[in-house]
């Protein structure tokens, strides 16, 4: 998990494109894959996007809050 420390530590890793920070742990061996061939997925960018995906779901707390607490 060096390259993730290095990242969070890293105040110019935040404009890091995170595939550059994805490839750097690989380098490290800490990066895995599985097939979701037949598995649903959606692709979150935004809060807006989260929102849809728990409403398909069935999320009930698709709103973005739950026993008061926000959810992210």
């Not at 890293?10 to 490839?23: F, H, I, K, M, R």
């Not at 742990?25 to 849809?52: H, K, N």
């Amino acid at each position: 998990m060096r390259a993730l420390d290095a990242a969070l530590r890293d105040p110019s890793a935040l404009y890091a494109w995170y595939p550059s920070v994805l490839n750097s742990m690989a380098d490290d061996g800490v990066v895995f894959t599985t097939s979701i061939t037949g598995l649903w997925w959606a692709e979150v960018d935004s809060v807006e996007d989260l929102r849809a995906v728990r409403s398909a779901l069935g999320d009930p707390t698709a709103s973005g809050t739950a026993c008061g607490h926000t959810r992210f």
